[in-house]
């Protein structure tokens, strides 16, 4: 069965430093997410991204946070400058047109010291 | 309001027991809704989705009051696989963003 996957499952990184997180959606999917969620709180909706552009971007999505889609294939997130409450789970999703269900990758864990 | 409120629990049931969780939602113009399931440090994964006339699957029972913006969540015959994260999840517009809740922790002991 087709997944979702994501690159690095753990990222360390210093405050300050730029990070790129990578998503593989599934491959006849067209609608992309990303999802943070800290250690004990809620899972939050940060972008989401069709027909190569962002449809629609959360508070929490400031100008440090950037997505691309440069392959075809793989969903980037990008932090240009990390600060110690980025760190977190950064989820990524996709979705099938014409359909609803969201499929999840695995996440990366985010530690920003 | 939040926008998907869950009680945190935790809901410590022994096996075979039968459990209901409930969420509430807060944009009446909402428009899916789902239960995820959350086990720690993994991946949140669609346990089920949730139809204005309730659905079954297997063990579990959803339901969905519109004018009381309620969703609920029944398991019955609870294994100790069960344990995990439950999450109440809305969907309010056209782009499929996903509106989350806290989430309602279960344990299932022997």
């Known amino acids: 069965e087709p997944e979702v996957t994501q690159t690095p499952s753990h990222q360390v990184t210093q405050m300050g430093q730029e990070v790129i997180l990578r998503c593989v959606p599934i491959s006849n999917h067209l609608y992309f997410y990303w999802y943070r969620q800290i250690l004990g709180q809620k899972v939050e909706f940060l972008v989401s991204f069709y027909n190569n552009e962002i449809s629609e971007k959360s508070e929490i999505f400031d100008d440090q946070f950037s997505v691309e889609r440069p392959d075809g294939s793989n969903f980037t997130l990008k932090i240009r400058s990390t600060k110690l409450e980025d760190s977190a789970m950064y989820f990524c999703a996709s979705v099938r047109d014409g359909q609803t269900t969201q499929y999840f990758g695995p996440g990366t864990r985010l530690l920003v010291l | 309001r939040k926008e998907v409120e869950q009680d945190p629990g935790p809901f410590n049931v022994p096996e075979g027991a039968t459990v209901a969780f409930n969420c509430t939602y807060s944009n009446s113009a909402s428009q899916s809704f789902f239960w995820y399931r959350q086990d720690c440090r993994k991946e949140p994964k669609l346990l089920m989705s949730?139809?204005?006339?309730?659905n079954e699957d297997g063990r579990f029972t959803a339901q969905l009051n519109r004018a009381s913006q309620y969703i609920s969540l029944l398991i019955r015959d609870s294994k100790l696989s069960d344990s995990a994260t439950y999450l109440c999840v809305v969907n309010n517009g056209n782009n499929r963003k996903l509106i989350w809740g806290l989430g309602t922790s279960l344990a299932v002991n022997p």
């Open positions: 949730v139809y204005s006339s309730g």
